[in-house]
């Protein structure tokens, strides 16, 4: 049996998630057990019912990722889960499991930053990328752009200062009737759309922080004075103008830097046009491109493991009085001057 | 057999192992709202006090509820992982029958009634048994006026007991004939659980994991709007 498996346990919002991991990067399960239905009809995540939901699948989800990795629990060497950021109740559950389990199996325990398993997703697809790297982390909660120079130490470049960047695309989508959740919606949708009204690209010349506020009340603006509008047009050029911004930021930061590449993540981080968007800056400035495949972009527990074991390695085990902490920061080195 | 009790419904949180022999040991924190810090400690520091390892539990018990929503589900999602990870059975006992099983020889009818916030109580009646109680009414979620206006109706006799019963003392404390139970019984025990459970246990009165639910009795605000705004429109 492969040695250093670690058994990855996410349950920071709505998905509930285990997988086993080798190493720091060779996968040999991901269960993902997503709640989206159960929150469809509320328009968003729902904290209680999210709550409830986890704690009913988490076991079962433990025990299919066990099975699908052909390992018992005897096998495993560390339990890691995420403690934060996230919805309190929710993290919870998943903290809690992996703390039993980590006692009655006899293993060490890791308590994951979840914006820190994100930063790290891609390396499970491409474990020999080059630092230093850009890194933007864009999903419901985050809109983060982090320099990584050297493994498990980061600069936060950038971060939005009101909305993000999901949150934008859920609100448009939620207005445009589109339903929850919002940017697979719009995505969908913008591919049939053209991108021709302008809308603003808030702050893109200046710094790293980012503001889509602005730009998602200009869009629902721009609906109420034209009714006539096709849908898929505004989809279209809203996802442009949001994509436009993202990239910007990303490749100017890659510049000041001196990146040898570019990494996506977090669940924005599977928008086909934003994918794209990433490509081009990188061919441009003769960059490496990572985008994780969509399954490693939205949340999974194959990433919790991943970087559970790097930190393990580095840090120590967690005690077992460690608790969730749902307003939990990236760790990081001091801002840029 | 060896039973783990666990128990984090209020604004307590313990366990306690015991089996054949009555509970061998227990520990309660109640402090600062920490029920997910404290647990997995206290299993740690309860087993070894009883000099048990851990592969020795064969039946993993926990309160179920009803009680505080976020205590609770620590509660629940530790025993339920204590259990899968052992490959053991579970016992689910409900939070007021563990208020209820220690003032079982009072032959008035207890009360057993727990602070569910927002001024309400979750509560149930229960009445002396040989050997116990047994409950008379649902647990259900309401007013403690109700509750009163129950008791003074039907002119009973009682012992409220619960940390429902303390919150809402002035409530309670003009009817006659009715008196709390004191301070130190008002949250439920991982010791009586354990008492309890072993009980279920001789019956082989067990749930598999994947089957335990926790008893809410409220449903989550968002899904009761959600079904006011269908039943209006
Ligand atoms: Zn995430």
Redesign the pocket.
């Known amino acids: 049996m492969t040695n250093n498996l670690t058994l990855g346990i996410e349950t ?2 709505d998905e509930t998630a285990a997988a086993v991991v080798a190493d720091d990067n060779t996968v040999l399960s991901s269960v993902v057990s997503s709640q989206v239905d159960l929150h469809a009809r509320y328009g968003g995540v729902v904290p209680e019912v999210a709550s409830r939901a986890h704690v009913t699948l988490v076991a079962p989800v433990v025990a299919q990722a066990l099975v699908e990795a052909g390992v018992e629990p005897k096998d495993i060497d560390l339990v890691a889960a995420t403690r934060g950021p ?1 919805l309190v109740g929710s993290l919870l559950v998943g903290v809690s499991a992996a703390k039993a389990l980590s006692l009655v199996w006899d293993k060490p325990f890791k308590g994951v930053n ?2 820190e ?2 930063l790290y997703s891609c390396f499970l697809e491409e474990p020999e990328l080059e630092l230093p790297l850009v890194v933007l982390l864009v ?4 809109t983060i752009l982090v320099s990584m120079e050297e493994h498990l130490q980061y600069l936060i470049l950038g971060e939005t200062l009101d909305d993000a960047v999901g949150e934008a695309y859920d609100k448009v989508a939620r207005y445009l009737g589109l339903g929850y959740p919002g940017g697979p919606a719009i995505d969908q949708l913008a591919v049939h759309g053209q991108n021709s009204i302008k809308f603003p690209r808030p702050m893109i010349n200046e710094g790293y922080d980012f503001s889509f506020s602005g730009l998602k009340t200009s869009v629902i603006n721009y609906v109420r004075q034209h009714p006539e509008a096709r849908t898929e047009d505004i989809a279209a050029s809203f996802q442009e103008a949001a994509v436009e911004v993202l990239a910007t930021k990303t490749k100017r930061a890659a510049i000041q830097i001196n990146a040898k590449g570019v990494c996506i993540g ?2 924005v981080a599977a928008n086909s046009r934003l994918r794209e968007a990433i490509f081009d800056i990188c061919l441009e400035e003769d960059l490496h491109p990572f985008v994780p495949s969509r399954a490693y972009c ?2 999974n527990a194959a990433m919790v493991a991943a970087i559970g074991w790097r930190r393990f390695r580095q840090d120590g085990p967690d005690p077992l009085d460690l608790g969730a902490d749902p307003n939990l920061r990236l760790p990081c080195l001091s801002l840029m001057p | 057999m060896i039973i783990l009790g666990i128990e984090s419904a209020t604004s307590q949180v313990g366990c306690a192992i015991g089996g054949h022999e009555g509970v061998l040991a227990s520990v309660h924190s109640s402090r600062g709202r920490r029920h997910a810090e404290n647990l997995a400690p206290q299993i740690d520091f309860v087993r070894k006090q009883a000099r048990i390892n851990l592969d020795e539990i064969s039946v993993v018990a926990v309160d179920v509820g009803p009680g505080l929503y976020t205590g609770l589900r620590v509660g629940v999602a530790t025993a339920i992982s204590v259990a899968f990870g052992l490959g053991v059975p579970m016992i689910g006992v409900s939070s007021l029958d563990l208020l209820a099983y220690p003032v079982r020889h009072c032959t008035k009818l207890i009360v057993a009634a727990i602070d569910a916030r927002r001024g309400e109580i979750f509560h149930a009646n229960y009445r002396q048994v040989p050997g116990g109680v047994q409950r008379v009414s649902n647990p259900s979620v309401g007013n403690p006026e109700d509750v009163a206006a129950e008791l003074l109706a039907h002119g009973h006799e009682a012992l409220m007991v619960g940390d429902g019963a303390i919150r809402f003392a002035d409530i309670f404390a003009n009817l006659r004939g009715v008196e709390a139970a004191e301070p130190s019984m008002a949250y439920p025990s991982a010791a009586s659980l354990v008492q309890l459970a072993h009980a279920k246990a001789l019956r082989e009165d067990f749930v598999k994991p994947s089957d335990l639910k926790p008893v809410y009795l409220r449903k989550p605000d968002a899904v009761e709007m959600d079904q006011q705004n269908r039943k209006h429109v």
């Open positions: 920071s919002c996230g979840h914006l398993a994100h999903s419901g909660g985050h977090g669940g939205t949340d």
